[in-house]
């Protein structure tokens, strides 16, 4: 690998690198089953030879196959860790955490495509070439899990 794929390499991680962690943690639950599943990743790229020529989807691919490969293996069951950082709502704490049960009750295709939208800033052409499915798949199951967030938060008394 050239110094230029290098150097390109550590610019997207330092501009990327929450963005893809936050992924990580939402598909395995755990920080530092996240951590390895990032850190894992960007050691695999910088065995390559050469990058690949869209480097930003590639890299969320093997995230999402990392993270299914780190599941796997898992031998017993973590509790679910939060991703969404307490910044997102720094007024109030609860909010995080209704937020995140509503996800939680989501399919996984289409609690996976919310956090890839709204937390990773991917739009739905990446989600739909990442998942190898079509940009309206990715935007049917967005709108349908958003909804049914929409209804069960609805259902939340107002304290």
Known sequence: MHDDDIDHIQAFYHEHRQALYTYALSLVGCRS???DVLHTVF????KRKALPNEIKPYMYRCIR???IDALRKRKHHQEYESFIEPDTFPSNADTRM???EALN???HDERET???KNFTGLTFEEIANLRSISKNTAASW??????????LLEEVPNG
């Open 33 to 35: 089953t996240a951590e």
């Open 98 to 100: 209704i937020i995140e």
């Open 114 to 116: 919310i956090v890839m």
């Open 105 to 107: 009750t989501l399919s």
């Open 65 to 67: 196959n990392r993270s």
């Open 43 to 46: 050691a695999e790229i910088l």
């Open 142 to 151: 967005y709108r349908r899990g958003l909804e049914k967030m929409r209804k």
